[in-house]
Protein backbone atom coordinates (compact mmCIF):
# COMPACT_ATOMS: atom_id res chain seq x y z
CA UNK A 1 0.00 0.00 0.00
CA UNK A 2 1.28 3.63 -1.02
CA UNK A 3 0.53 6.75 0.67
CA UNK A 4 0.17 9.63 -1.47
CA UNK A 5 1.48 12.87 -1.07
CA UNK A 6 -1.61 14.84 0.04
CA UNK A 7 -2.10 11.87 2.17
CA UNK A 8 1.21 11.92 4.00
CA UNK A 9 1.08 15.72 4.42
CA UNK A 10 -2.69 15.56 6.31
CA UNK A 11 -1.51 12.94 8.14
CA UNK A 12 1.75 14.91 9.14
CA UNK A 13 0.04 17.66 9.87
CA UNK A 14 -3.64 15.94 12.09
CA UNK A 15 -0.33 13.86 14.74
CA UNK A 16 1.61 17.55 14.51
CA UNK A 17 -1.36 19.26 15.47
CA UNK A 18 -2.54 17.23 18.31
CA UNK A 19 0.19 15.75 19.84
CA UNK A 20 3.25 17.40 18.74
CA UNK A 21 5.10 15.04 16.65
CA UNK A 22 7.02 15.41 13.76
CA UNK A 23 6.67 13.09 10.99
CA UNK A 24 7.94 15.27 8.22
CA UNK A 25 10.83 13.32 6.98
CA UNK A 26 9.28 10.14 8.35
CA UNK A 27 7.32 8.64 5.66
CA UNK A 28 9.31 5.50 5.81
CA UNK A 29 8.85 5.17 9.31
CA UNK A 30 4.54 5.71 8.71
CA UNK A 31 4.42 3.27 6.50
CA UNK A 32 6.61 0.49 7.61
CA UNK A 33 4.74 0.68 11.09
CA UNK A 34 0.90 1.30 9.37
CA UNK A 35 0.96 -0.75 6.37
CA UNK A 36 -0.23 -3.81 7.64
CA UNK A 37 -2.84 -2.24 10.41
CA UNK A 38 -4.15 -0.95 7.71
CA UNK A 39 -4.39 -3.55 5.02
CA UNK A 40 -5.35 -6.14 8.10
CA UNK A 41 -8.26 -3.71 9.02
CA UNK A 42 -8.96 -3.43 5.56
CA UNK A 43 -8.54 -0.31 5.19
CA UNK A 44 -8.09 0.36 1.31
CA UNK A 45 -6.28 3.41 1.61
CA UNK A 46 -4.98 6.11 4.15
CA UNK A 47 -6.98 8.47 3.42
CA UNK A 48 -9.65 6.03 4.95
CA UNK A 49 -7.76 5.26 7.40
CA UNK A 50 -7.64 8.70 8.64
CA UNK A 51 -11.01 9.60 7.78
CA UNK A 52 -11.46 7.06 10.32
CA UNK A 53 -9.04 8.08 12.97
CA UNK A 54 -11.21 11.57 13.07
CA UNK A 55 -14.18 10.78 13.48
CA UNK A 56 -13.46 7.48 15.65
CA UNK A 57 -15.19 9.83 19.00
CA UNK A 58 -14.18 6.59 21.14
CA UNK A 59 -10.21 7.59 21.16
CA UNK A 60 -9.34 3.52 20.24
CA UNK A 61 -8.22 4.67 16.95
CA UNK A 62 -5.88 7.57 18.29
CA UNK A 63 -4.82 5.41 21.32
CA UNK A 64 -3.99 2.78 18.57
CA UNK A 65 -2.43 5.09 16.40
CA UNK A 66 0.01 6.38 18.84
CA UNK A 67 1.16 3.07 20.03
CA UNK A 68 2.26 2.05 16.87
CA UNK A 69 4.13 5.45 15.94
CA UNK A 70 5.87 6.29 18.97
CA UNK A 71 9.21 4.34 19.90
CA UNK A 72 9.49 3.86 23.75
CA UNK A 73 13.28 2.86 23.98
CA UNK A 74 14.15 3.29 28.12
CA UNK A 75 16.30 1.17 30.76
CA UNK A 76 16.88 1.46 34.14
CA UNK A 77 19.48 3.36 35.27
CA UNK A 78 19.44 5.62 31.67
CA UNK A 79 21.81 8.13 31.70
CA UNK A 80 23.11 7.36 35.60
CA UNK A 81 24.28 11.25 36.30
CA UNK A 82 20.96 12.49 36.12
CA UNK A 83 20.53 10.22 39.15
CA UNK A 84 23.52 10.38 40.82
CA UNK A 85 22.63 14.73 40.78
CA UNK A 86 19.03 13.73 41.94
CA UNK A 87 19.99 11.86 45.03
CA UNK A 88 23.76 13.74 46.23
CA UNK A 89 22.19 17.33 45.34
CA UNK A 90 18.42 17.58 44.50
CA UNK A 91 17.09 15.57 47.25
CA UNK A 92 19.33 16.96 50.29
CA UNK A 93 18.34 20.13 49.15
CA UNK A 94 14.87 19.44 48.65
CA UNK A 95 14.80 17.80 52.45
CA UNK A 96 15.89 20.74 54.16
CA UNK A 97 13.57 23.37 52.13
CA UNK A 98 10.45 21.35 52.39
CA UNK A 99 11.10 20.39 55.96
CA UNK A 100 8.07 22.03 57.00
CA UNK A 101 5.65 20.68 54.39
CA UNK A 102 7.21 17.25 53.79
CA UNK A 103 5.89 17.41 50.06
CA UNK A 104 7.97 16.63 47.27
CA UNK A 105 6.20 17.27 43.81
CA UNK A 106 8.38 15.04 40.97
CA UNK A 107 6.78 14.56 37.54
CA UNK A 108 8.50 11.69 35.07
CA UNK A 109 7.06 13.10 32.06
CA UNK A 110 6.93 10.75 28.88
CA UNK A 111 7.51 7.81 31.35
CA UNK A 112 7.30 5.05 28.79
CA UNK A 113 7.42 1.72 30.64
CA UNK A 114 7.88 3.15 34.01
CA UNK A 115 11.44 2.46 34.60
CA UNK A 116 12.54 5.93 35.07
CA UNK A 117 9.78 6.80 37.82
CA UNK A 118 10.20 3.30 39.52
CA UNK A 119 14.08 4.47 39.72
CA UNK A 120 13.38 7.63 41.27
CA UNK A 121 10.87 6.00 43.83
CA UNK A 122 13.71 3.62 44.71
CA UNK A 123 16.41 6.54 45.19
CA UNK A 124 13.33 8.67 47.74
CA UNK A 125 13.80 5.27 49.50
CA UNK A 126 16.82 4.83 50.28
CA UNK A 127 17.04 8.09 50.67
CA UNK A 128 14.04 9.38 52.76
CA UNK A 129 14.55 5.93 54.99
CA UNK A 130 12.59 5.74 58.39
CA UNK A 131 11.16 9.91 57.20
CA UNK A 132 9.38 8.27 54.56
CA UNK A 133 6.08 7.55 56.40
CA UNK A 134 5.66 11.56 56.89
CA UNK A 135 6.51 12.60 53.68
CA UNK A 136 4.34 13.07 50.54
CA UNK A 137 6.98 11.75 48.17
CA UNK A 138 4.18 10.07 45.24
CA UNK A 139 6.01 10.35 42.09
CA UNK A 140 3.50 11.79 38.92
CA UNK A 141 4.27 9.49 35.68
CA UNK A 142 2.63 10.25 32.94
CA UNK A 143 2.65 9.31 28.81
CA UNK A 144 0.66 9.22 25.64
CA UNK A 145 0.53 5.60 25.48
CA UNK A 146 -2.17 3.22 26.81
CA UNK A 147 0.20 0.34 26.11
CA UNK A 148 3.27 1.51 28.17
CA UNK A 149 1.66 2.99 30.50
CA UNK A 150 -0.08 -0.65 30.92
CA UNK A 151 2.94 -2.24 31.48
CA UNK A 152 4.33 0.36 33.56
CA UNK A 153 1.75 -0.13 36.44
CA UNK A 154 2.20 -3.87 35.98
CA UNK A 155 5.85 -3.13 36.75
CA UNK A 156 7.23 -6.49 35.48
CA UNK A 157 10.52 -6.72 33.85
CA UNK A 158 12.77 -8.80 32.50
CA UNK A 159 15.85 -9.90 34.95
CA UNK A 160 18.43 -9.18 31.86
CA UNK A 161 16.96 -5.40 32.26
CA UNK A 162 17.67 -4.93 35.78
CA UNK A 163 21.36 -6.20 36.08
CA UNK A 164 22.86 -2.28 36.16
CA UNK A 165 20.77 -1.52 39.40
CA UNK A 166 22.22 -2.08 42.30
CA UNK A 167 22.23 -5.35 44.47
CA UNK A 168 20.59 -4.01 47.09
CA UNK A 169 17.70 -2.80 44.92
CA UNK A 170 17.31 -5.90 43.09
CA UNK A 171 16.75 -7.98 46.49
CA UNK A 172 15.17 -5.13 48.47
CA UNK A 173 12.81 -3.64 45.57
CA UNK A 174 11.60 -6.58 43.42
CA UNK A 175 10.25 -9.88 43.20
CA UNK A 176 11.13 -12.77 41.23
CA UNK A 177 8.52 -13.95 39.50
CA UNK A 178 10.05 -17.08 37.44
CA UNK A 179 13.65 -17.46 35.68
CA UNK A 180 12.80 -14.65 33.11
CA UNK A 181 11.13 -11.77 35.22
CA UNK A 182 10.72 -9.80 38.45
CA UNK A 183 8.21 -7.36 39.64
CA UNK A 184 8.60 -3.83 41.18
CA UNK A 185 7.16 -4.25 44.92
CA UNK A 186 4.16 -2.60 46.05
CA UNK A 187 5.75 -0.42 48.44
CA UNK A 188 7.44 0.73 45.38
CA UNK A 189 4.94 0.55 42.82
CA UNK A 190 2.13 2.57 45.52
CA UNK A 191 4.61 5.42 45.38
CA UNK A 192 4.21 6.19 41.25
CA UNK A 193 0.84 7.33 39.84
CA UNK A 194 0.68 6.67 36.57
CA UNK A 195 -1.70 8.64 34.01
CA UNK A 196 -2.10 9.05 30.18
CA UNK A 197 -1.30 12.62 29.61
CA UNK A 198 -0.63 14.95 26.30
CA UNK A 199 1.96 16.93 26.61
CA UNK A 200 0.32 19.14 23.51
CA UNK A 201 -2.72 19.77 25.74
CA UNK A 202 -3.27 23.58 26.20
CA UNK A 203 -4.27 23.35 29.66
CA UNK A 204 -2.08 21.58 32.20
CA UNK A 205 -4.46 20.48 35.01
CA UNK A 206 -1.41 20.56 37.53
CA UNK A 207 -3.26 22.62 41.12
CA UNK A 208 0.46 23.10 42.38
CA UNK A 209 4.27 23.51 40.82
CA UNK A 210 6.60 20.63 40.28
CA UNK A 211 9.64 20.65 42.25
CA UNK A 212 11.61 18.48 39.59
CA UNK A 213 10.72 17.78 36.30
CA UNK A 214 12.19 14.73 34.09
CA UNK A 215 11.23 14.81 30.43
CA UNK A 216 13.72 13.31 28.54
CA UNK A 217 14.91 11.77 25.01
CA UNK A 218 10.98 13.03 24.17
CA UNK A 219 10.86 16.30 22.79
CA UNK A 220 13.52 14.25 20.02
CA UNK A 221 10.12 14.18 18.27
CA UNK A 222 9.04 17.62 18.60
CA UNK A 223 10.13 20.21 16.29
CA UNK A 224 12.13 23.57 17.86
CA UNK A 225 8.42 25.65 18.04
CA UNK A 226 7.23 23.02 19.68
CA UNK A 227 10.11 22.61 21.99
CA UNK A 228 10.30 25.80 22.87
CA UNK A 229 6.36 25.98 23.67
CA UNK A 230 6.65 22.89 25.53
CA UNK A 231 9.91 24.36 27.76
CA UNK A 232 8.02 27.62 28.67
CA UNK A 233 5.29 25.76 30.10
CA UNK A 234 7.63 23.19 31.90
CA UNK A 235 8.80 26.70 33.37
CA UNK A 236 5.77 27.97 34.28
CA UNK A 237 5.40 25.14 36.18
CA UNK A 238 8.40 24.26 37.81
CA UNK A 239 8.58 25.67 41.68
CA UNK A 240 11.29 28.32 42.00
CA UNK A 241 14.22 26.85 42.54
CA UNK A 242 12.89 23.72 40.85
CA UNK A 243 15.01 21.79 37.87
CA UNK A 244 14.18 20.52 34.94
CA UNK A 245 16.14 17.25 33.22
CA UNK A 246 16.01 16.33 29.38
CA UNK A 247 18.19 13.94 27.35
CA UNK A 248 21.95 14.23 26.46
CA UNK A 249 20.70 14.07 22.95
CA UNK A 250 18.54 17.15 23.40
CA UNK A 251 19.31 20.70 24.23
CA UNK A 252 17.86 23.99 25.07
CA UNK A 253 18.49 26.91 23.02
CA UNK A 254 19.44 29.09 26.39
CA UNK A 255 18.67 32.39 24.67
CA UNK A 256 15.33 31.30 24.54
CA UNK A 257 14.21 30.28 27.88
CA UNK A 258 14.71 31.30 31.54
CA UNK A 259 15.82 28.61 32.79
CA UNK A 260 19.71 28.26 34.02
CA UNK A 261 21.87 25.93 33.02
CA UNK A 262 23.41 23.70 35.38
CA UNK A 263 25.34 20.96 33.85
CA UNK A 264 24.68 18.73 30.76
CA UNK A 265 20.96 18.05 30.44
CA UNK A 266 20.05 19.44 33.19
CA UNK A 267 18.46 23.55 34.49
CA UNK A 268 17.11 25.45 36.95
CA UNK A 269 14.50 27.80 37.38
CA UNK A 270 16.02 30.58 40.37
Same mark, same amino acid.
Given at each position: ??????????FVVYVKENFGINLMHKKALILGR????LIQNQFQNFSQYIEYIMIDHTGAAVKNLLNKLTTN??????????FDYYKKIILPELFVKERKTKDLRIWSAGCSSGEEAYT? !??????? &?????????? %????????????? !??????? &?????????? %??????????????SKVIDAIRNEVIFRRFNLMNKIFPFKKKFHVIFCRNVMIYFDAATKKALINRFYEFTESGG???????????????AYKYIMPAVYRKE
Open positions: MKITHSEFMRLQNHHTYFMRETEHL !AMIQNDF &LGDQKKLWDA %KILATDISDKVLT !AAVNGIY &LNEKLVHLPE %KWKKNYFEKIDYENYLFIGHSESINREET
